[in-house]
């Protein structure tokens, strides 16, 4: 009962600090939703502040309302445990004839335990003071504090919108993915560490309550003169505590042998063990050598589920990781019905959901364990799941793959679904071939009706190819598993293969540069033209004027002169300058513009759309681009 108490009190203040987690993605949702509402940069300017402005007021205020509900919370709970602990060993202190001092008229204690006290309450308050949240910035992890996700991350996200760089639904799909994945986090600078929000408002209140236990015990076994201490048993405890569990222990072998003080063991972090004074030829042991021994080896006796075994730690970890998967995904749905995201894509995540609600009920009921829904409720959302007959909307459009499915790219493209095989392709690689596609369409629709096929095809060694001159873009077998692929694209990134500020979404967008190319060619854009003596592409014209801009040429003088200086001549010469003119180019596009005038068009292309800081050859990329269309449009 008194653990059931615990429980409730400590997940009560974490689903305020939850509350406070929700309030802060729903204004974050509404001051995207007002963006999307602008029409041109410089209404921008004029309503930024409106929009993004006198957030850290806002956020104070709503901490400090979440601290002052959770403060008179604690209180009661630590009440309710000094009653407990203290006053349990009261019939022992008969027993042995020692005299007991009521609570309210011992100082000693009181100020033992107020000490304690106040420095919960100072916990709780710190986990406040650094919120931010885990943000993915080309491919890598980074912990940016909540000031920072309005002043930069929100203020790039709806500037997106604005300039048209993305449409709204993109922005707030990327969002709220980011957002929801990450979760607020209470930030440890000094570490790096972080925990979502009300984990650590959680473990602070469970780490008051256990020091104040232990304190108690403590103080309890000196006033009775033992030196003995049952540690208590609970199921699924960390291996590690399972040897030491609900067996009697000296004070020494608290911290020889349980680690007490440490932060994995013993009263440590996320540990819901206490001990309690024992007393030799008094006290009867409420778990007997033999029961623990047999508990434990039920335990690490594996089952199995879709193919992997779990001992019950595992398991019980596992249930932790579908609850917070599942709270995240009931978060995302609410952040993108605030931001007026479209119905279907709403339907589709509540879909979601309900897909997780039914593997998280098979997997507890195939571990024997009990489903804590609570935990999943805590939110205080209510329903999010869908109706039986929205369930199966979704999931006959989930079976046509919408949003990424054939029938998607075929409309924006003005071809027939035929004309689009994705193959082997897994869901991200689709999403990113669709987002591919959408943004240079969105952005350059004279494609549409050029690009008349988007394929599929194994053979391909690369990422990806175009056949420009036909409108053919294909794709190879390594967009079937999208994590692999994004990780070799950012390892070319670093190398400087591929332009800086862009990610494997880029590689569409790359080969959608290649069609650009092949249209303008067409067209007889920019010195473009076909002929039957042979095709010169508008490409080569914009890779001149780029390099001149950039003072290539300047460069290339300076160093033809100082190679000469130096003695060379002749092939050497030659090979020196080509190594000027290979390393010029890898350092302002990539290693990968070296190859043709086509590759280096393409990859500027795919920085200046994708990039959030495009460098100097993008920039000038974007010019000559932009005036080349104005003449056509």
Same mark, same amino acid.
């Given at each position: 009962?008194?653990?059931?108490?615990?429980?409730?009190?400590?997940?009560?203040? *974490?689903?305020?600090?939850?509350?406070?987690?929700?309030?802060?993605? &729903?204004?974050?949702?509404?001051?995207?939703?007002?963006?999307?509402?602008?029409?041109?940069?410089?209404?921008?300017?004029?309503? %930024?502040?409106?929009?993004?402005?006198?957030?850290?007021?806002?956020?104070?205020?709503?901490?400090?309302? #979440?601290?002052?509900?959770?403060?008179?919370?604690?209180?009661?709970?630590?009440?309710?445990?000094?009653?407990?602990?203290?006053?349990?060993?009261?019939?022992?202190?008969?027993?042995?004839?020692?005299?007991?001092? =009521?609570?309210?008229?011992?100082?000693?204690?009181?100020?033992?335990?107020?000490?304690?006290?106040?420095?919960?309450?100072?916990?709780?308050?710190?986990?406040?003071?650094?919120?931010?949240?885990?943000?993915?910035?080309?491919?890598?992890?980074?912990?940016? =504090?909540?000031?920072?996700?309005?002043?930069?991350?929100?203020?790039?996200?709806?500037?997106?919108?604005?300039? !048209?760089?993305?449409?709204?639904?993109?922005?707030?799909?990327?969002?709220?993915?980011?957002?929801?994945?990450?979760?607020?986090?209470?930030?440890?600078?000094?570490?790096?560490?972080?925990?979502?929000?009300?984990? *650590?408002?959680?473990?602070?209140?469970?780490?008051?309550?256990?020091?104040?236990?232990?304190?108690?015990?403590?103080?309890?076994?000196?006033?009775?003169? #033992?030196?003995?201490?049952?540690?208590?048993?609970?199921? !699924?405890?960390?291996?590690?505590?399972?040897?030491?569990?609900?067996?009697?222990?000296?004070?020494?072998?608290?911290?020889? @042998?349980?680690?007490?003080?440490?932060?994995?063991?013993?009263?440590?972090?996320?540990?819901?063990?206490?001990?309690?004074?024992?007393?030799?030829?008094?006290?009867?042991?409420?778990?007997?050598?033999?029961?623990?021994?047999?508990?434990?080896?039920?335990?690490?006796? =594996?089952?199995?589920?879709?193919?992997?075994?779990?001992?019950?730690?595992?398991?019980?970890?596992?249930?932790?990781?579908?609850?917070?998967?599942?709270?995240?995904?009931?978060?995302?749905?609410?952040?993108?019905?605030?931001?007026?995201?479209?119905?279907?894509?709403?339907?589709?995540?509540?879909?979601?959901?309900?897909?997780?609600?039914?593997?998280?009920?098979?997997?507890?009921?195939?571990?024997?364990?009990?489903?804590?829904?609570?935990?999943?409720?805590?939110? !205080?959302?209510? %329903?999010?799941?869908?109706?039986?007959? /929205?369930?199966?909307? /979704?999931?006959?459009?989930?079976?046509?793959?919408?949003?990424?499915?054939?029938?998607?790219?075929?409309?924006?493209?003005? @071809?027939?679904?035929?004309?689009?095989?994705?193959?082997?392709?897994?869901?991200?690689?689709?999403?990113?071939?669709?987002?591919?596609?959408?943004? @240079?369409?969105? &952005?350059?629709?004279?494609?549409?009706?050029?690009?008349?096929? @988007?394929?599929?095809?194994?053979?391909?060694?690369?990422?990806?190819?175009?056949?420009?001159?036909?409108?053919?873009?294909?794709?190879?077998?390594?967009?079937?598993?999208?994590?692999?692929?994004?990780?070799?694209?950012?390892?070319?990134?670093?190398?400087?293969?591929?332009?800086?500020?862009?990610?494997?979404?880029?590689?569409?967008?790359?080969?959608?540069?290649?069609?650009?190319?092949?249209?303008?060619?067409?067209?007889?854009?920019?010195?473009?033209?076909?002929?039957?003596?042979?095709?010169?592409?508008?490409?080569?014209?914009?890779?001149?004027?780029?390099?001149? &801009?950039?003072?290539?040429?300047?460069?290339?003088?300076?160093?033809?002169?100082?190679?000469?200086?130096?003695?060379?001549?002749?092939?050497?010469?030659?090979?020196?300058?080509?190594?000027?003119?290979?390393?010029?180019?890898?350092?302002?596009?990539?290693?990968?513009?070296?190859?043709?005038?086509?590759?280096?068009?393409?990859?500027?292309? /795919?920085?200046?759309?994708?990039?959030?800081? =495009?460098?100097?050859?993008?920039?000038?990329?974007?010019?000559?681009?932009?005036?080349?269309?104005? !003449?056509?449009?």
């Amino acid at each position: 009962m008194r653990d059931d108490y615990k429980e409730k009190i400590a997940s009560k203040i *974490a689903a305020r600090y939850i509350s406070l987690e929700e309030r802060i993605l &729903q204004d974050i949702a509404r001051r995207i939703k007002k963006t999307g509402e602008i029409t041109s940069t410089a209404d921008w300017q004029i309503n %930024r502040l409106r929009i993004l402005g006198y957030s850290s007021e806002d956020i104070e205020r709503e901490i400090k309302k #979440t601290l002052d509900a959770s403060y008179p919370e604690m209180f009661e709970l630590y009440d309710k445990v000094i009653d407990w602990e203290y006053v349990r060993n009261k019939d022992i202190y008969e027993q042995i004839n020692a005299e007991f001092i =009521p609570y309210e008229e011992n100082r000693q204690l009181q100020q033992i335990t107020d000490a304690i006290i106040q420095q919960s309450l100072e916990d709780l308050e710190n986990v406040t003071k650094s919120l931010g949240f885990y943000l993915d910035y080309n491919g890598k992890k980074v912990l940016t =504090p909540l000031s920072q996700v309005y002043s930069n991350y929100l203020d790039n996200a709806c500037f997106d919108i604005v300039t !048209g760089a993305f449409d709204y639904g993109s922005v707030l799909r990327r969002v709220v993915t980011q957002l929801t994945n990450s979760g607020l986090r209470k930030i440890e600078y000094g570490s790096g560490y972080a925990s979502r929000v009300e984990v *650590a408002a959680r473990r602070a209140v469970m780490t008051g309550v256990a020091n104040l236990t232990g304190e108690i015990a403590d103080y309890n076994a000196k006033k009775l003169g #033992t030196e003995y201490f049952e540690v208590e048993w609970h199921a !699924g405890a960390r291996p590690t505590h399972a040897v030491w569990q609900g067996r009697v222990w000296t004070k020494e072998q608290l911290y020889s @042998v349980c680690g007490l003080g440490t932060v994995t063991r013993l009263l440590g972090a996320n540990c819901y063990h206490a001990y309690y004074p024992f007393f030799p030829g008094i006290s009867r042991r409420n778990w007997s050598d033999e029961w623990l021994e047999e508990q434990n080896r039920k335990e690490s006796k =594996p089952k199995e589920f879709r193919g992997k075994e779990y001992t019950l730690y595992e398991a019980k970890q596992r249930q932790r990781q579908m609850e917070t998967a599942m709270r995240a995904q009931r978060e995302k749905v609410q952040m993108l019905q605030d931001g007026g995201a479209d119905q279907q894509e709403i339907m589709l995540q509540k879909a979601k959901y309900q897909g997780q609600l039914g593997e998280y009920a098979a997997f507890s009921r195939k571990m024997g364990l009990k489903e804590e829904r609570e935990r999943i409720y805590i939110d !205080g959302r209510g %329903r999010i799941a869908p109706s039986k007959d /929205a369930l199966k909307t /979704a999931q006959k459009i989930m079976n046509t793959d919408y949003l990424f499915e054939r029938g998607k790219i075929a409309n924006i493209l003005g @071809v027939s679904k035929k004309a689009v095989d994705f193959g082997k392709m897994d869901e991200k690689s689709r999403k990113s071939v669709y987002n591919g596609v959408k943004k @240079v369409l969105d &952005q350059f629709p004279e494609l549409r009706g050029y690009t008349k096929k @988007v394929l599929y095809d194994p053979n391909i060694k690369g990422y990806a190819m175009s056949e420009s001159m036909r409108g053919v873009l294909k794709i190879s077998s390594k967009f079937s598993d999208y994590e692999d692929l994004k990780r070799r694209y950012n390892r070319d990134v670093r190398v400087q293969f591929h332009p800086a500020g862009t990610d494997a979404d880029a590689i569409i967008i790359h080969e959608m540069g290649h069609q650009l190319d092949g249209y303008l060619t067409r067209k007889g854009v920019w010195g473009g033209n076909v002929s039957i003596y042979g095709t010169i592409r508008t490409s080569v014209a914009v890779k001149r004027e780029v390099l001149q &801009q950039l003072g290539y040429f300047d460069y290339i003088r300076a160093e033809r002169a100082e190679w000469t200086r130096m003695g060379y001549k002749g092939s050497e010469l030659a090979e020196a300058l080509e190594f000027s003119k290979k390393e010029f180019i890898t350092k302002h596009v990539s290693g990968y513009a070296n190859k043709n005038e086509k590759e280096f068009f393409a990859e500027c292309f /795919a920085e200046y759309l994708m990039s959030e800081r =495009p460098r100097e050859a993008a920039k000038i990329f974007g010019e000559v681009l932009k005036e080349i269309m104005e !003449g056509l449009r």
